[in-house]
């Protein structure tokens, strides 16, 4: 599966971004898909993860509430709907699929795409 996110910019703290991961190679429905993150200076992050028929969702804690991931395998793309967004939310956004289960464990991700950068003004 290659994984392409885009999306992500420059917004203003309390604003919004969407980001977008197309998928292609694979069948796009037999996989869970993620969004995890990382900051400067600090290590990879668990964001969202969505099953891959999209009715289980999870999301980390600092983003429950503003955070939405949705998925339109029609499309073959994820999306993350970020809402409130803080300066602490600042990071490189990636996307990454997993074959089959519903875990977003990042050492069993099978897939990464490259990431998207977001940065959050104060």
């Known amino acids: 599966v290659q994984l392409q996110a885009s999306g992500g910019g420059l917004v203003q703290a309390g604003g919004s971004l969407r980001l977008s991961c197309a998928a292609s190679?694979?069948?796009?429905?037999?996989?869970?898909m993620g969004w995890f993150r990382q900051a400067p200076g600090k290590e990879r992050e668990f964001v969202a993860g969505i099953s891959w028929g999209g009715g289980t969702t999870l999301y980390a804690d600092p983003v429950k509430g503003r955070f939405t991931i949705s998925r339109d395998n029609a499309k073959n793309t994820v999306y993350l709907q970020m809402n409130s967004l803080k300066p602490e939310d600042t990071a490189v956004y990636y996307c990454a699929a997993v074959f089959g289960r519903s875990s977003w464990d990042q050492d069993g991700m099978d897939y990464w795409g490259k990431g998207t950068q977001v940065t959050v003004s104060s």
């Open positions: 190679g694979r069948t796009f429905s037999n996989y869970a």
